[in-house]
C-alpha cells in the first residue's frame, strides 16, 4: 500500500467521526497554545526589564554607600554616609581613560505642590552630566546647568509623571512654580518619557541642582551615590577598578574587605534580571508543557478506542496480507495528523493570544521562532510516541480473532 493511499485513508478514518477527532487535537491545540503564549509572554517581560535597566544609562557603574564588590576590590555589605562631592571630583580629575563621565547624585523621596496639588516624588540632585550618564533627554525646556549648581540656584526639571500629577496632562510648566519641602522652585523644563511604574517610575522624578539639594532642601554634606559611565562596555571592569581603588585610597583603607562602599554596574543588573527572567519563562513554559502531556495521552486514549472499534476492519486488512508495518503506519499517520493539525492550530492560538496580553498589558510584542518551531516538532514526537503503542496493539492482532471481534 503506497504512502498516499495510507494518508487518504487515514484522512476518511478521522472524518468518520469528527467530534472525538476534534476533542482529541484540542488538548494538543490547548497545550502547544499554552506554550508559545507563555513563553513569549515570559520573554516580553525579560525584554521590558532589560529595556528598562538599558535606559537607566549606558554602561552604568554606580557606587553607593555601603561595602560589596568593587571591580576587583571584595568587601562585604552595608551602608554609611561616605560618599561626598569631592569623591566625585577626585574620579572625575583623575582622567581615567576607563570613565567618560562622573555624576554624583542626592537621591530622597518627598512631598511637592503646586497651587492645590500634591504629590510624593523622587528628588534628586544632579549635575549636568547626569544627562550624558542616564540617557536623559528634554522634552521642552533645559535641564540643570554648571551655573545652576555653582549659584545654588532654586530651579526645577521635572518628569512626565510628575507634570500629570502637579499640572494635569498636556501642560507645559515651564515657568510654573512647584514647592519642595516648602521651597518655591521655578520649573525650567521637562524631560522624555522613560515609562516605568512604582517607585521605580524614572518619570516620576523632580531634578534639581545638587549644590541646592544638600544646603537648602535637605541640610546634608554627602551624596547618595555616583554614578559612572564607562568609555566602551569592554572596559566597565576596568572602571570599576579605577574608581574602586582611588576611593579606597581617599577613604585611607588599606583592606579592600573593609571597604566603606559598593559597586555594581549595569551588567551586574542585567545578568541578575535575565537570569531571573530566564527561570521565570522556563517556569511557565514547563507548566504549559504539563498540557502537552495531557494531550498526548487524551490522543493515545482515543486511538487505543480506534483501535478496538476497527477490530475487524484491521483483521479484514491483515487476512487479505497487509504487512504490520502497514498497520502500524497508518496509525501513527493518523495519529501525527491529529497532533501536528492541533499544533498548528495552538500555533496560532498562542500567537493571537501573546499579542493581545503583550498590548493589554504593554508590554513588547516578542514570539521565539525557537519556541514555535519547538512547539510543533514536540507535537509531532508527541504524535509518534503516543501513537505507536495503539498502532503496535492494532497491528498485532491476530487476523483471526480480529475477524471474529464482535
Known amino acids: 500500500m503506497e504512502f498516499s493511499e495510507l494518508l487518504a485513508s487515514s484522512f476518511e478514518a478521522l472524518k468518520l467521526n469528527k467530534v472525538r477527532t476534534a476533542l482529541a487535537g484540542l488538548g494538543i491545540v490547548i497545550g502547544i497554545g499554552a506554550v508559545i503564549a507563555l513563553v513569549s509572554l515570559g520573554q516580553a517581560t525579560q525584554a521590558s526589564v532589560q529595556n528598562s535597566i538599558q535606559g537607566l544609562g549606558a554602561n552604568l557603574i554606580t557606587v553607593t554607600p555601603g561595602s560589596q564588590r568593587t571591580g576587583a576590590v571584595q568587601g562585604g555589605f552595608g551602608s554609611s554616609q561616605t560618599l561626598t562631592l569631592d569623591d566625585a571630583t577626585a574620579i572625575e580629575t583623575a582622567n581615567y581613560p576607563?570613565?567618560?563621565?562622573v555624576s554624583p547624585e542626592v537621591d530622597r523621596r518627598t512631598q511637592v505642590t503646586a497651587g492645590k496639588n500634591n504629590t510624593n516624588t523622587s528628588i534628586i540632585g544632579a549635575t549636568p552630566s547626569y544627562t550624558d550618564v542616564h540617557n536623559v533627554t528634554m522634552d521642552s525646556g533645559t535641564f540643570i546647568t554648571a551655573a545652576d549648581v555653582t549659584g545654588n540656584r532654586d530651579v526645577a526639571v521635572l518628569g512626565p509623571t510628575v507634570v500629570s500629577n502637579l499640572f494635569g496632562d498636556g501642560v507645559d510648566p515651564t515657568g510654573q512654580t512647584v514647592r519642595i519641602n516648602k521651597i518655591p522652585f521655578t520649573v525650567i523644563g521637562v524631560t522624555v518619557s522613560k515609562g516605568g511604574t512604582g517607585f521605580g517610575n524614572q518619570d516620576d522624578t523632580i531634578f534639581i541642582p545638587i549644590s541646592t539639594a544638600q544646603k537648602t532642601v535637605f541640610g546634608i554634606d554627602y551624596v547618595s551615590d555616583i554614578s559612572l559611565s564607562a568609555a566602551t562596555p569592554d572596559s566597565i571592569t576596568q572602571a570599576e577598578n579605577d574608581a574602586g581603588y582611588l576611593l579606597l585610597k581617599r577613604h585611607k583603607i588599606n583592606d579592600a574587605t573593609q571597604a566603606d562602599f559598593s559597586m555594581f554596574s549595569q551588567s551586574d543588573i542585567l545578568n541578575t534580571a535575565?537570569?531571573?527572567?530566564?527561570?521565570?519563562?522556563?517556569?511557565?513554559?514547563?507548566?504549559?508543557?504539563?498540557s502537552l502531556l495531557v494531550g498526548g495521552i487524551g490522543i493515545m486514549n482515543i486511538m487505543l478506542v480506534t483501535v478496538i472499534e476497527r477490530t475487524r476492519e484491521i483483521g479484514l486488512r491483515k487476512a487479505l496480507g497487509a504487512k504490520d508495518k502497514t498497520v502500524i503506519t497508518q496509525f501513527l499517520i493518523e495519529s501525527i495528523i491529529l497532533t501536528i493539525g492541533g499544533g498548528i492550530i495552538g500555533?496560532?492560538?498562542g500567537i493571537t493570544l501573546s499579542y493581545f496580553i503583550s498590548m493589554a498589558i504593554s508590554l513588547p510584542f516578542t514570539i521565539s521562532l525557537t519556541s514555535i518551531i519547538l512547539a510543533i516538532g514536540v507535537s509531532g514526537g508527541i504524535g509518534i510516541l503516543f501513537g505507536w503503542y495503539p498502532a503496535k496493539k492494532a497491528a498485532d492482532l491476530s487476523?483471526?480473532?480480529?475477524?471474529?471481534?464482535?
Open 98 to 101: 576607563s570613565i567618560s563621565k
Open 274 to 290: 535575565s537570569s531571573v527572567t530566564g527561570t521565570f519563562t522556563a517556569l511557565l513554559a514547563g507548566i504549559a508543557a504539563i
Open 347 to 349: 500555533m496560532i492560538l
Open 399 to 406: 487476523p483471526i480473532e480480529a475477524l471474529r471481534y464482535e
